[in-house]
């Protein structure tokens, strides 16, 4: 239960910001048919529905509205995206290039790389009705997503104008972003590496359910030739002069 409100709370969230693990992501997201039993005799396989047949939108792949959209034996009709390495992060200043709030700077809030979508806190919205049932009309502004650039761009630090930007490197090996107009760095907000669990990784204090590094770094494992059984036998002292009988496999 408490699992559930925590997902419910963040289930708007973009996936950076949410901070769940890929691995959780991934599981949300399988639609499996077949799949082989486990067992070393087994040759690992499975059937299941491909990554990219998956129609993405504004909600959020661990969510109920994304599995509605993408239903098991539904097929979507294929969206082309263009594939682009991304340049957009939560907290840049952009402008916006189409609309009625063209010409107009904003912070982007909400990302879905997987569309090349972004959406500027407070502009280019509309007004959406709520769907409580309280008998009284009510309505909220949604922010409506944009194309990354090409109707929104990065606003280069020097003189607040939309560029174009790209990945380079400086003479000490750093991967930096680079206004094409002026040449001007563009850093990486701090707003990019904020989660729901912290504001950044150094002022993050750890709490009694989390695992310290000293404890992570530990090494407790020390491989041998020897199975768990064995391992277990000579902690506690017993020989065993058994031979073991033949198995074949077929």
Known sequence: MRLSLILRCISKLPKDYANLPESYVKRTMEQVEWRTPKGRQYRKA???????????????????????????????????????????????????????DKGKLGTVNYIVQERNWVTVEGLNTRLKKSDQNTGVSQYIREELPLIMGSQVKLVDPLDEKATDVQWRYTGSGQKVRISLRTGRIIPIPLAAHETIDYKSKDTYIDRSNDTTSAELTKITFIPKLATFEMDIMEQQGIEDNRVPQRTFWY
């Open 46 to 100: 499975v059937i299941q529905k491909p990554w990219w047949t998956f129609r993405y939108t504004m909600n959020r792949p661990w969510t109920d509205e994304f599995r509605n959209e993408n239903r098991p034996g539904v097929k979507s009709r294929p969206i082309s995206v263009k594939a682009m390495e991304r340049t957009f992060f939560r907290g840049d200043r952009v402008e916006i290039m189409v609309g009625d």
